[in-house]
């Protein structure tokens, strides 16, 4: 089946008093490129987490966002009130032992209290087995969503992709018609080139020259061959799970063929249907970087 590897998915469920969303994106990567925010309870189930996303996506840049909060309305953190004062007291002592204005900025001072130790306490510090369990299905939920969309848009893009296909095959077609007359055209014009010159040529070496020479031209091994990478192409579409790769790599034999059918040309009109071969197939291969 084909998969884009771009896509986003999202879920959300309850455990206890807390409600966690798992939001999921990911972008077109060589390798699975994994990272995680989350909330530091969290943190000890990364592995959990990495083993069920990779596990489903495979391949790509891939960014889990994690939040939770309180369903029932209860803060997260608290206060520690007896610490909290302890420091002011403190300050306040050492101020006023120094001589120093205390009092004048009560919202700086507040601030700098909370960020003392031990004075804001996590009251879920420890994850519990019921909230891991359920944090695992929500990412999990999350990323079968972003695999949903993946393969929506891996749809849309293997149609353009085979069309272009379609278009390279019809275009090797298209280059028979001018071989017969290319044939002709070298013919003539080394014959011409021979009279110009005023050069006597025995009629049976020059034809075997000829026949040599022209064979150079001969470009029926690479119509066979680029047929062949595109039928194969198309097998491997239809297939094979996550052909990415493998498609990027026919399409790079499909390229030296259309190249070597290039080089062989001699010809205007087989010099513009390569050039509009050569043009289908870039296309096609930017397509496939987002094939997964």
Same mark, same amino acid.
Request: proline share 2%; net charge negative.
């Given at each position: 089946?084909? $998969? @884009? ?5 999202? =879920?959300?469920?309850? !455990? ?5 969303? *798992?939001? /999921? ?114 990412? $999990? @939920? ?5 695999? =949903?969309?993946?393969? !929506? ?5 293997? *149609?353009? /992709? ?131």
């Amino acid at each position: 089946m084909i $998969k @884009s590897m771009t896509g986003y998915g999202k =879920a959300e469920a309850v !455990s206890g008093d807390t409600k966690i969303t *798992a939001e /999921i994106r990911s972008l077109n990567s060589k390798q699975f490129d994994f990272s995680v925010k989350c909330p530091s309870v969290y943190r000890s189930a990364d592995n959990e987490l990495r083993a069920i996303v990779s596990g489903i996506l495979v391949r790509g840049k891939v960014d889990l966002y994690i939040n939770c909060e309180s369903a029932a309305g209860t803060a997260p953190v608290k206060i520690n009130s007896g610490v909290f004062a302890d420091y002011y007291n403190q300050l306040q002592n050492i101020a006023s032992d120094n001589g120093i204005p205390f009092g004048n900025s009560p919202e700086g001072l507040i601030s700098v209290i909370l960020r003392m130790p031990e004075v804001v306490e996590n009251n879920s510090e420890n994850l519990s087995e019921e909230e891991k369990t359920v944090l695992l299905e929500t990412v $999990k @939920s999350a990323a079968e969503s972003l695999d =949903a969309f993946r393969i !929506s848009e891996g749809a849309i893009l293997i *149609a353009d /992709i085979l069309e272009r296909v379609g278009y390279i095959e019809s275009a090797v077609a298209s280059v028979e018609p001018f071989e017969a007359e290319r044939i002709d055209t070298v013919k003539s014009r080394i014959r011409e080139n021979i009279e110009k010159a005023q050069l006597n040529c025995d009629e049976n070496r020059l034809e075997q020259e000829l026949i040599y020479y022209i064979e150079k031209f001969d470009v029926t091994e690479e119509k066979v061959r680029l047929r062949n990478h595109c039928n194969y192409f198309r097998e491997v579409a239809a297939g094979e799970d996550n052909p990415g790769k493998k498609l990027g790599f026919i399409a790079q034999e499909m390229g030296r063929e259309i190249n070597t059918l290039g080089s062989k040309a001699n010809h205007s009109r087989i010099q513009k249907i390569v050039v509009g071969m050569k043009d289908e197939l870039e296309k096609i291969k930017e397509q496939l970087l987002n094939i997964l």
